[in-house]
């Protein structure tokens, strides 16, 4: 099952989701949506699960998909929106969640050194906490002056 805000049924009822503005051929929002739209994991995604050798990735089954969910990280007054949000289950019925951010023409964000900071060089301090909450939940060190871009965080 695929939700927005409603069931949907098609891949064309993900156009009320993301907008008119993103649904166009080579935008991300509507590949993403001819990719995704059976519920279950394109084959380039399940054969990088199944090439991973983590067990739990190599036998996932897509419970529902939810697009542009919100998922608040470390305040309730910004989330962040995923573009699928992925429910699936193990073999053994465990629950994983896989988040999909989706690319057609645009990179994965600025690197964190530049995200972080305000055109006059400052950094924010809202995003200095953001990172702090990822570094600590993903239990690895995210610095301010990282090159990773953040999107990929």
Sequence with gaps: MIYGYKQLKSSAD?????GEAKW????SAFELAQYWYKGKFPHSVATAFQRSGVKELQELDVACLYIEHPTFLDTFL????????AHCRTRDKLTVVVGVEGKSTETFDKPIRQWISLPTGEPRVTRIRRLEHLSQM???PLTVDSSLRYQLV
Excluded: G, N, Y
């Design 14 to 18: 993900w156009k009320d989701i993301v």
């Design 138 to 140: 993903l239990a690895i």
């Design 78 to 85: 910004a989330p962040s929106c995923k573009d699928i949000m």
């Design 24 to 27: 166009v051929p080579t935008r």
